[in-house]
């Protein structure tokens, strides 16, 4: 009898936190964010969300939200997040919404092989989003701040990419 051997591919990264659905959410919103297919429409007003003139919202979903505060990550919560153009906007657990603008970011780190993004305002306060909601934060936040082309090549959304 002859021996098998099997061979397993080296990797250099575990697979991406992040599952097929949203990664699959996310590819669909950098399509439309490029032009090559047309948008779903998202009800600001169901969500109790008001919405600037002109501003566009993309997605609606849920994630975890954590904020570092002394060097400390404050427990997780649980938040409903609507991802516009311009900003996104946060129902924390506690019913306030707070409003996180793109234009207003100093930093932006994104990990979809950990499964989260971490969004620095300047304010000492960095927000940790995670949870199903992170690959289309992480695109939205690539094209508002780096421009439509950086989908393509920003290093951060490979994971996206096989």
């Known amino acids: 009898m002859r021996e098998r051997r099997v061979r397993l591919r080296k990797h250099s990264h575990a697979p991406p ?15 439309e964010l490029a032009g090559l297919q047309s948008g779903r429409r998202i009800d600001s007003m169901s969500l109790g969300v008001v919405l600037e003139p002109g501003e566009l919202p993309w997605r609606a979903a849920i994630s975890w939200l954590r904020v570092r505060v002394d060097g400390v990550w404050s427990e997780a919560s649980w938040s409903q997040v609507m991802v516009t153009d311009r900003r996104l906007l946060v129902r924390l657990a506690s019913s306030d919404l707070v409003s996180l603008w793109w234009g207003a970011m100093v930093g932006f780190e994104v990990d979809l092989w950990a499964g989260h993004v971490v969004l620095d305002f300047g304010d000492g306060r960095p927000r940790l989003f995670s949870g199903p909601a992170v690959a289309v934060v992480a695109v939205a936040g690539v094209a508002q701040l780096y421009g439509i082309p950086a989908l393509m090549t920003h290093p951060s959304l490979a994971p996206l990419r096989t």
């Open 17 to 31: 936190a992040v599952g097929p659905a949203e990664a699959g959410d996310a590819r669909a919103l950098a399509l």
